[in-house]
T-cell receptor
Framework: EAGVTQFPSHSVIEKGQTVTLRCDPI?????LYWYRRVMGKEIKFLLH????????ESGMPNNRFLAERTGGTYSTLKVQPAELEDSGVYFC?????????FGPGTRLTVL | GENVEQHPSTLSVQEGDSAVIKCTYS??????FPWYKQELGKRPQLIID?????GEKKDQRIAVTLNKTAKHFSLHITETQPEDSAVYFC???????????FGSGTKLNVKP
């Protein structure tokens, strides 16, 4: 069974630009989560989808971040415009039970 | 909200020794505690988890203990091997399909 995949693996952009991250969950997993790890700190929750609906977006930092999950399959996370403090590793996870399967992450660097 | 603290941030042990990583949590409603291992350049992978209705769980060289009263849980790795070298994250959750609150990670280095 294929795991959670994320694209791209790395992205380097300049402050003010836009970046879109993509996550493909494990097939059949209705629950999809986005997390972020900044500067070696803890992995922090951003938001949770159940199918195409946002169940919990309490961790989204501000309105420069927009997450979508059209059709309840893959999800995108757009950062517009990017700021320096948005640099970090963005993880996606999916689940059908207690535990979550993580993707390899997208390392975002904002210069 | 929940706050998870993890110690130590780095841990260096000799191959064959034991390693212990400790986490505390603040929200008594948390009832599920997974541990993830992230090797360099790879995805975090679940290595063991425990629910609040048990105090200890073991899987070969790995064990997790939970003290609900004190709100702390620990990861124990025995007979460490170089391939155990990685960053380990603890997490707490309020159950099925709920978000995880992670600790800040422990970088374990097992010296051959």
């Amino acid at each position: 069974e294929a795991g959670v995949t994320q694209f791209p693996s790395h992205s380097v952009i300049e402050k003010g630009q836009t970046v879109t991250l993509r996550c493909d969950p494990i097939s059949g997993h209705d629950n999809l989560y986005w997390y972020r790890r900044v500067m070696g700190k803890e992995i922090k929750f951003l938001l949770h989808f159940v199918k195409e609906s946002k169940q919990d977006e309490s961790g989204m930092p501000n309105n420069r971040f927009l997450a979508e999950r059209t059709g309840g399959t893959y999800s995108t996370l757009k950062v517009q415009p990017a700021e320096l403090e948005d640099s970090g590793v963005y993880f996606c996870a999916s689940s059908q039970a207690y535990f979550q399967f993580f993707g390899p992450g997208t390392r975002l660097t904002v210069l | 909200g929940e706050n998870v603290e993890q110690h130590p941030s780095t841990l260096s042990v000799q191959e064959g020794d034991s390693a212990v990583i400790k986490c505390t949590y603040s929200d008594s409603a948390s009832n599920y505690f997974p541990w993830y291992k992230q090797e360099l350049g790879k995805r975090p992978q679940l290595i063991i988890d425990i629910r609040s209705n048990v105090g200890e769980k073991k899987d070969q060289r790995i064990a997790v203990t939970l003290n609900k009263t004190a709100k702390h849980f620990s990861l124990h790795i025995t007979e460490t091997q170089p391939e155990d070298s990685a960053v380990y994250f603890c997490a707490a959750s309020k159950g099925n399909f709920n978000k995880f609150y992670f600790g800040s990670g422990t970088k374990l280095n097992v010296k051959p």
